[in-house]
């Protein structure tokens, strides 16, 4: 059965970073598109950067500038990293492997910016 594993939330101030991973496993991870969603309390779930197979990356506007996003085909994970976070970050962060066939999700990680 396919595992994704988030880890690397928690709470901060505004201003700060965090780093957020997501390890794989049971997939072959090289050929998925992977993601970062997030959703916060009583807001639909949204996109917040992608990473494709080949390298290209997709962010939302919200988070241009502020978070980047990577992937390590070696180690089957993927990363988000935070910078300059704000209260409107705030938000359940989950990780997402998707090809045409379907997609797979984590469980998510809380990630709180407050003061």
């Known amino acids: 059965q396919v595992q994704l594993v988030e880890s690397g939330g928690g709470l901060v101030q505004p201003g700060g970073s965090l780093r957020l991973s997501c390890a794989a496993s049971r997939i072959i991870f090289s050929i998925y598109t992977m993601g970062w969603y997030r959703q916060a309390h009583g807001k639909q779930r949204e996109l917040v950067a992608s990473v494709t197979s080949g390298g290209s990356t997709n962010y939302a506007d919200s988070v241009k500038g502020r978070f980047t996003i990577s992937r390590d085909n070696a180690k089957n994970a993927v990363y988000l990293q935070m910078n300059n976070l704000e209260p409107e970050d705030t938000a359940v962060y989950y990780c997402?492997?998707?090809?045409?066939?379907?997609?797979?999700w984590g469980r998510g990680t809380q990630v709180t910016v407050s003061s």
């Open positions: 997402n492997a998707a090809k045409i066939t379907g997609a797979y």
